[in-house]
């Protein structure tokens, strides 16, 4: 069966930078797009970012252009999501998503940026 398994979220500073991993098993990691999705207290689940199956296209939310990059690695199974530059509103559940014939979510990594 499809898993997802984030890790790496926690708390950091304004200006910061924290490194999320998700590690997929039960498909076949290499032909899949795979993105990042985050949740706020009170707010919908927004796409951060995705990167298709050759990891050469990327697709980014405005507000996290040029701070946030994703990337993958298809030997590990494992999709990154590299936050420079923090900022108090990235404060979020953050989810690895992958659709396999339906959607599948990890279990979401918290992070929070404050002083």
């Known amino acids: 069966q499809v898993q997802l398994v984030e890790s790496g979220g926690g708390l950091v500073q304004p200006g910061g930078s924290l490194r999320l991993s998700c590690t997929a098993s039960?498909?076949?990691?290499?032909?899949?797009?795979m993105s990042w999705y985050r949740q706020a207290p009170g707010k919908e689940r927004e796409l951060v970012a995705a990167i298709y199956s050759a990891g050469v296209s990327t697709n980014y939310a405005d507000s996290v252009k040029g701070r946030f990059a994703i990337s993958r690695d298809n030997d590990k199974n494992t999709v990154y999501l590299q936050m420079n530059s923090l900022k108090s509103e990235d404060t979020a559940v953050y989810y690895c998503?992958?659709?396999?014939?339906?959607?599948?979510w990890g279990q979401g990594t918290q992070v929070t940026v404050s002083s």
């Open positions: 039960g498909f076949t990691f290499s032909t899949y797009a």
């Open positions: 998503k992958a659709v396999v014939g339906r959607v599948y």
